[in-house]
């Protein structure tokens, strides 16, 4: 017998994680796409460039949220079926990230469910603040989760 | 003295490389973003999905275009803005694959470039055909390059 519980999704429902940015992780990334401008991993080339540490990847901070929703919401079994990121703050090495995806509608006839996702930080200069760094909307289809309450349908 | 040859945008132009996914390089972005289902990893465990192989996290597929932008087209210097992206098709370890951009349209007042992002495979069942596996639009902001000819401009 699986006792896995079934996920629950109603508009805005939401699940974060945090996530501290690694060098290690931002030059694993960038060998991945192949990518290798120094200023992903050098420390001189950044500040060169004019930015206080090594910068990550916009990519690799839009892809932490292909984590969340495979583990998290809508979970396992979620086909991703579009993902749309603006890059709106730089990532930096070192940054502590929050990983946040909040439902925002769903199609419970086909088992779409739309979330926002965005990457945010803490702004240095307020601690009460958040930057958010990369937002955009996910599609994921999922027809194990459980749907509660109504929701409209938009295609943006 | 530099002796860089600045990128020529105009639309129309188009950069396209090959890559072959690797078991090794899924595995690794899914450790960088957290998820360890083993459809990714495991052949049995595809194979017991309904997939013919392990099969590429579809973010992965899609941050390609990341290193492309970065290196070829619009080249060095450019800001990613933002990236929207469709998964339309699974790409699977061992797929051999044609990462495309093609500048769709441009602002040179900005410096903005919009381009098609396109990862496609050969159609097994027609050597001829491509499937498309990921599209989508990308918009890079980039002063450093040489702008031809004419374009409007809208927003997606």
Redesign the interface.
């Known amino acids: 017998m699986q006792s896995a519980v079934r996920r629950i999704v109603s508009v805005g429902v939401q699940v974060m994680?945090k996530v501290t940015m690694k060098q290690e992780?931002v030059a694993?990334?960038g060998?991945?796409?192949?990518?290798h401008?120094p200023i992903h991993s050098d420390l001189a080339a950044a500040k060169a460039a004019g930015f206080p540490s090594t910068i990550c990847?916009?990519?690799?901070a839009?892809?932490?949220?292909?984590?969340?929703m495979?583990?998290e919401l809508p979970g396992?079994n979620t086909?991703?079926?579009?993902?749309?990121?603006?890059?709106l703050a730089p990532v930096f090495v070192g940054d502590e990230l929050e990983i946040i995806a909040k439902v925002t509608q769903f199609r419970r006839d086909r088992g779409l469910i739309e979330m926002a996702t965005i990457v945010q930080k803490k702004d240095p200069t307020d601690e009460n603040k958040r930057i958010t760094c990369v937002d955009g909307f996910a599609v994921g289809l999922n027809k194990t989760v459980e749907f509660k309450g109504e929701s409209t349908w938009k295609t943006r």
Do not use: E, H, W
């Not at 060998?31 to 990518?35: F, K, R, T």
């Not at 086909?79 to 890059?87: E, P, T």
């Open positions: 994680k992780d694993a990334f060998n991945l796409i192949g990518d401008n990847y916009g990519m690799f839009g892809s932490l949220f292909s984590g969340l495979a583990t396992p086909v991703y079926i579009s993902q749309n990121l603006r890059f």
